[in-house]
């Protein structure tokens, strides 16, 4: 590539070197014809890594650089070494979005194909230890992001439990302070109850000593009733003897 680069230059030099004839209309005319200064101008020197960058237009320019200098700043081997970084990029994200899934089908089939590929028995070591790195990285990635997944549905689990514990702890203090207050209108009832208690016997024993006058009553009116009846019973015999009296003939002595 470099030679040809050279010989391009040579032949340029050249051409520009010789002078260029004069228009047939300034043929006949005095003085000679001097080329135009710019046609005269050399070429700008070729820049291999500008080349280099636009075979790769979307590239990163700081990766571009790495493998053309890695390259010995050979554009034809900087190219040929970025396709196979392409391809090998390509093949590692393929492999690596194969075992993030968990499948292990496509993992084995990108390792069979890669010992394949290998021209000998150190390069299927090497494609074989670069794909079981691979896989290794891709499962401590999912490992790690499963774990991430879990703790923070664990946090919201232990917020979320958290949070049915302060409520829990808000109704058990609120049904604390009603139990208070049942315990005391309980206790008020109680006293209430002693107190009515005390009432109904106070008003059980007026009701016995009212049973006992009552009683004594009855006993001073059977009494009175039957002292009355003597009475009527003497005050008959009273009348039936003065009626006897009345009517009866005057003694004869």
């Known amino acids: 590539m470099a030679a040809a680069v050279d010989s391009r230059k040579r032949c340029v030099a050249a051409f520009l070197d010789e002078p260029s004839p004069a228009p047939p209309h300034l043929a006949n005319k005095r003085g000679r014809f001097v080329p135009c200064a710019t046609s005269m101008a050399p070429l700008p020197p070729f820049d291999a890594l500008d080349a280099f960058r636009r075979v790769f237009p979307d590239a990163d320019p700081r990766s571009l650089e790495a493998c053309f200098a890695a390259s010995g700043r050979d554009i034809h081997a900087a190219v040929h070494a970025y396709r196979a970084q392409?391809?090998?990029?390509a093949l590692a994200c393929h492999l690596a979005s194969a075992a993030a899934c968990g499948d292990d089908e496509r993992c084995a089939g990108v390792l069979v194909e890669?010992?394949?590929?290998?021209?000998?028995?150190?390069?299927?070591?090497?494609?074989?230890?670069w794909v079981l790195e691979l896989i290794r990285t891709?499962?401590?990635?999912?490992a790690a992001h499963e774990a991430a997944a879990e703790t923070t549905r664990l946090r919201e689990e232990n917020a979320s439990l958290r949070e049915h514990a302060e409520r829990g702890a808000v109704e058990a203090a609120r049904l604390h302070e009603e139990n208070a207050a049942l315990r005391e209108r309980a206790a008020a009832a109680e006293r209430d109850g002693t107190v009515l208690k005390r009432g109904v016997l106070a008003q059980q024993r007026r009701y016995e000593e009212m049973e006992r006058d009552a009683a004594a009553m009855k006993k001073k009116v059977a009494e009175l009733e039957m002292a009355n009846y003597v009475l009527n019973v003497r005050l008959r015999d009273a009348d039936g003897c003065r009626f006897q009296a009345a009517y009866r003939g005057p003694d004869v002595c």
Do not use: I, L, P
């Open 138 to 142: 891709a499962t401590a990635e999912r």
């Open 114 to 129: 890669q010992m394949g590929a290998a021209t000998d028995v150190d390069d299927a070591k090497n494609r074989a230890t």
């Open 86 to 89: 392409q391809a090998r990029d």
